[in-house]
């Protein structure tokens, strides 16, 4: 926490000022005047852009935090549409985990057709166990991944949506993701396309949002955890956002890590009596 000195993606400490608001208090804090530095970096390696310095998440997501995704109806609707197409593609005894939950808003599209598990660090984790959903009131990391995947299995779904912008280290949070994810499961996230911020949305930059994430900054976060983009939608909330479908590299492979092993001892025992393998690539 504090002054952010190198990118949060590829650890960069070529740290560029694209817009700097000054000492501001908190957004929703209207008991609370303390006020901390608000400036958006640029990365000169990987082009991240994110906050110049972040305030502890414990208190940026206190047990009172008043947002409620359910409130918005425009919101409400989109995400019972997200998770009516997921779940075309479970079954009954899959796993259906969101990450942010909030107030259960994503996973109450679900119906009973899955089991459903809500990650929310704020106390609107109440309205996810009403809600029916297998609930953890924790801020998401690798130890609360272990943790449901001890008492759920893998889930064939995670989703996160709005939720990679607010994280402290997005690696502790892709590598929990990858974690908790199915060998065949999706992981879809949402987040705000940070083209919005450089064409005007300056609203958007406040002390929660700690990344605006590109198509391209999130591939690359992604692939650093075994994860790769299968699909990319643009999708009209929070004034313009990007929908990311990413599974694991080896539910594509299908067959591939077993014929990489045979071809290993097929090379092994070629070599094991003097003779030289060549290998020549023109895949172009």
Known sequence: MGTVTECGL???QSLHTLLDMGIQPLAERFDDDTAYPLLLLECGECSLVQ???QVDQRILFPPGHPYATGNTTVLAQHYARLAGE??????????AVDIGANDGTLLNGYGDHVRTVAVEPTNQAAKCREGGHRTWQAYFTRDVAADILSVTGPAKAVT????????????????AIADLLDDEGVFVSENHDVHQVRTGQWDTVYHEHLRFWSPATFARLLACHGLEVSEIRQVPTHGGSFRTYARKRVSRLGGAPETARKLRELLAGVTRYGSTVYGVGATT
Do not use: I, K, Q, W
């Open 51 to 53: 906050l110049g310095y």
């Open 160 to 175: 996160a949506c709005n939720v990679l912008a607010h994280v402290p280290d997005p690696h502790e949070a892709l590598g």
């Open 10 to 12: 590829c650890g960069s």
């Open 86 to 95: 997921l779940s075309a593609g479970l079954r009954f005894t899959d796993v």
